[in-house]
């Protein structure tokens, strides 16, 4: 008895296998943690790839039923369509996901789905939990608005630099297709009583004002000329013109002999602005003959759409290109700033393509984006391949907007025409409302 009561003692006292013991005792829960993590996440991806794809079908039965390619009866089988079309076989199949409504809303022109699947489950059908059901739920509005849209685009000389190595696409050839594709997205499919008009201004160092030149008062450049004989003071009246100064600097106000804008005397870009237009094909021309050169005065781009956009400067613009007012009915104004770099230009102070000039410059631009805002002007901004400070001056630039994307940084073409397609869509009332 003795050496049997030391023999149960050493075997209390022996630690060794502990650890092959509880690895035993735990492995089932361990497993059963490891397999629930793996089927949650699993679900999450089926949820955000079957949200993706309703909210596309959303979107695109809505634009069908409001233009009349879709007809109301056939609206479940275009939101079938739609979704096969926006799923794949990686994490979920077509044939799992069941439409179970489609709510059309003719007042207010919208359509809501919702839809769900039931996700077959990997490990947790071990202990009878072979099912989820995924749900998703989408709304989307569509509005046939007044539309006003200025794009106010960087044609400075870095935007003729590579995007990339030799043969790939200079920022500018970018810039135009994707300006253009944006156009493109603005002007189709457009029912008889949609108007949608764009406007252009391109800018470097200054701005070509030349289609309404004669229709503003401006400063003038004054300079002392000499001949063999004497000298003499002249004042010229360019095309082109700098930044606003006095008390109406930050205004929409006219351009009289009380607010004149300012004459610029550096190098002139040779693109022009193009006024309130809804001509696609000459709008996509006059962006197709762009060039690149010059200093970035960011600044001045963000007055002239401003000014293109203000009814105070209707008695300047053609017939057909004078912007309505602030607060007519179904309006919406809306501008479309671009850049590729730093704002280094403030004519006014003598500064080109300078960091002095730079603090000047994104001041003046800050101050004209807060007074768009306030008459409702809603801004959208891009940062193209811009670096730090441009990105950080966008992101101030644009309107803000709860649940809304308004600042896009683009680092390629295709994330600049992907902006530009957005923003087009957007405007255009096109939206998620959910």
Request: proline share 3%.
């Amino acid at each position: 008895m003795q050496r049997l009561f030391e023999l149960l003692v050493s075997f209390s006292r022996d630690r060794r296998g502990n650890f092959a013991t509880m690895f035993i005792v735990l492995s089932v829960p361990l497993f059963l943690a490891a397999s629930l993590s793996l089927d949650t996440a699993r679900m999450f991806a089926v949820q955000n790839k079957l949200t993706f794809a309703v909210d596309a079908a959303a979107l695109a039965t809505t634009q069908g039923l409001t233009l009349g390619d879709i007809k109301l009866d056939d609206a479940k089988t275009a939101v079938r369509k739609y979704l096969d079309a926006n799923l794949d076989e990686r994490n979920l199949q077509a044939a799992e996901v069941t439409v179970d409504s489609i709510t059309v809303d003719k007042a207010n022109r919208s359509v809501q789905i919702k839809a769900h699947a039931m996700m077959p489950m990997t490990f947790t059908g071990i202990v009878g939990y072979d099912r989820h059901r995924v749900d998703a739920v989408s709304k989307a509005q569509y509005s046939n608005t007044e539309v006003e849209v200025v794009m106010a685009l960087d044609v400075t000389g870095s935007m003729g630099n590579r995007i990339g190595g030799w043969g790939a696409p200079t920022k500018l050839q970018a810039l135009k297709d994707a300006a253009s594709s944006g156009i493109t997205t603005l002007f189709a499919d457009l029912n008889p009583d949609d108007r949608v008009r764009v406007g252009l201004v391109p800018y470097s160092e200054a701005v070509n004002a030349e289609p309404i030149i004669d229709s503003i008062e401006t400063t003038g450049v004054t300079k002392r000329r000499c001949n063999y004989y004497y000298c003499w003071w002249e004042t010229t009246y360019p095309d082109c013109v700098r930044e606003r100064t006095g008390t109406e600097k930050y205004s929409d106000a006219f351009a009289t002999s009380s607010a004149k804008i300012g004459s610029s005397d550096y190098s002139c870009p040779s693109s022009k602005i193009v006024p309130l237009s809804s001509n696609e094909s000459d709008l996509k021309t006059k962006i197709s003959n762009f060039s690149a050169d010059g200093c970035t005065a960011g600044h001045l781009g963000i007055a002239w759409a401003y000014y293109m956009l203000s009814p105070k400067w209707a008695p300047a613009w053609p017939d057909g290109s004078d912007p309505e007012a602030y607060d007519k009915a179904g309006m919406s104004k809306n501008a479309i700033i671009m850049t590729d770099g730093e704002f280094n230009t403030f004519e006014s102070n003598g500064y080109s393509c300078s960091s002095s000039g730079t603090s000047m410059s994104e001041t003046y631009a800050l101050a004209l984006c807060e007074a768009m805002k306030n008459q409702n002007i809603k801004i959208y901004s891009i940062a193209f391949k811009a670096g730090y400070a441009a990105e950080t001056l966008m992101k101030g630039c644009a309107s803000s907007s709860a649940g809304q994307k308004l600042y896009y940084n683009a680092t390629d073409d295709e994330t600049l025409t992907e902006a530009f397609e957005e923003i087009a869509r957007d405007i255009k009332g096109l939206r998620l409302v959910n």
